[in-house]
């Protein structure tokens, strides 16, 4: 059973920073293409970032680009997302997946970028 749980939201001034963690059970994490969605209230899901099984492709969606850095410990079987200028907008529950953005994602971890 696909298990995942992030870790690291909270409440950051625009401009700031935060890392949020994912780490996944039930699976084969290092095999595994995983990603990065969010969702805003009363927006749909939004997905952001991907990285390949092994970590050597990454990619982004055009908004993050540049501030939000993706990455993995599959020794850890722990998913990264570093998150750099923060702005209002950003703000939304994040989740991690295993897969795209319509496969399995765990509970979520809130971001609130507010001054």
């Known amino acids: 059973q696909v298990q995942l749980v992030e870790s690291g939201g909270g409440l950051v001034q625009p401009g700031g920073s935060l890392r949020l963690s994912c780490v996944g059970s039930g699976f084969t994490f290092s095999d595994a293409l995983m990603s990065w969605v969010r969702q805003a209230p009363g927006k749909g899901i939004e997905w952001l970032s991907s990285?390949?099984?092994?970590?050597?492709?990454?990619t982004y969606t055009s908004s993050v680009k540049g501030r939000f850095t993706i990455s993995r410990d599959n020794a850890k079987n722990t998913l990264y997302l570093q998150m750099n200028d923060l702005k209002i907008e950003d703000s939304a529950m994040y989740y991690c997946?295993?897969?795209?953005?319509?496969?399995?994602r765990g509970q979520g971890t809130q971001v609130t970028v507010s001054s």
């Open positions: 997946t295993k897969g795209g953005v319509d496969d399995p």
């Open positions: 990285i390949s099984a092994l970590g050597g492709g990454t």
